[in-house]
């Protein structure tokens, strides 16, 4: 494994981890789905370099433009949840009350 590949691996994992354990705020949450795009992202970015072909040059823009609608949507739905609820804190939200 290149150290390339090995930092955007560790860029993933770290996201991902932080999303299943850090999860007391709805923004910290999304920062770190967000980060795990990104990640994904430069990945993808690097590896039609890599492979030297120009078949898998539109995944990262693709993959760009679908991060772009979820973080939108994810800052569309805190800005709902906190006008509503009063805080962005994942404990205080139900989903079985509305």
Same mark, same amino acid.
């Given at each position: ?41 430069? &990945?993808?970015? #690097?590896?039609? *370099?890599?492979?030297? /072909?120009? @078949?898998?040059? !539109?995944?990262? %823009?693709?993959? +760009? ?6 973080? &939108?949507?994810? #800052?569309?739905? *805190?800005?709902?949840? /906190?006008? @509503?609820?009063? !805080?962005?804190? %994942?404990?205080? +939200? ?5």
């Amino acid at each position: 494994m290149t150290p390339v590949q090995l930092s955007f691996n560790t860029a993933f994992t770290l996201g991902l981890m932080g999303v299943t354990f850090h999860r007391a705020h709805l923004l910290s949450a999304l920062l770190c789905l967000e980060g795990m795009m990104l990640s994904l992202y430069m &990945g993808l970015s #690097l590896w039609p *370099m890599q492979l030297e /072909s120009t @078949t898998y040059m !539109t995944t990262p %823009l693709l993959l +760009l433009a679908f991060s772009a609608c979820e973080a &939108g949507a994810g #800052l569309a739905l *805190m800005v709902a949840t /906190s006008r @509503t609820h009063g !805080t962005d804190h %994942l404990q205080n +939200l139900n989903l079985l009350q509305c």
